[in-house]
């Protein structure tokens, strides 16, 4: 499947790319198994470079603290984020996702 994307949406999804090449230390990808580290303290660490840019929450509005994605721009994220090698956002038994219902 080829998604068809505005150039707009082209612009975003090399953005998030490119972010994530440049951002995720070698110590994090190291120690990443499917999206999954063992270690809390290189987690907490990635949790704040996310925060530092604002996506910690991808899903989020910018009321709750989210960067306010469209449904296509947090397709887009997770897309890319699950294809960078990055963990899973997630504390130590939840996901960030899961959290904020509750």
Not at 5 to 22: A, G, I, M, T
């Amino acid at each position: 499947m080829r998604a068809l994307y505005s150039e707009d949406e082209e612009r975003f999804r090399d953005e998030v790319k490119l972010w994530l090449q440049e951002n995720i230390p070698s110590d994090i990808k190291d120690k990443t198994f499917g999206g999954a580290t063992l270690d809390p303290d290189l987690l907490i660490k990635w949790h704040k470079t996310l925060y530092k840019k604002g996506w910690i929450a991808p899903e989020f509005p910018k009321e709750m603290g989210g960067p306010g994605f469209s449904h296509t721009e947090q397709f887009i994220f997770n897309y890319e984020y699950g294809r960078s090698g990055a963990p899973r956002l997630k504390t130590k038994f939840m996901s960030l996702g899961m959290l904020a219902p509750l």
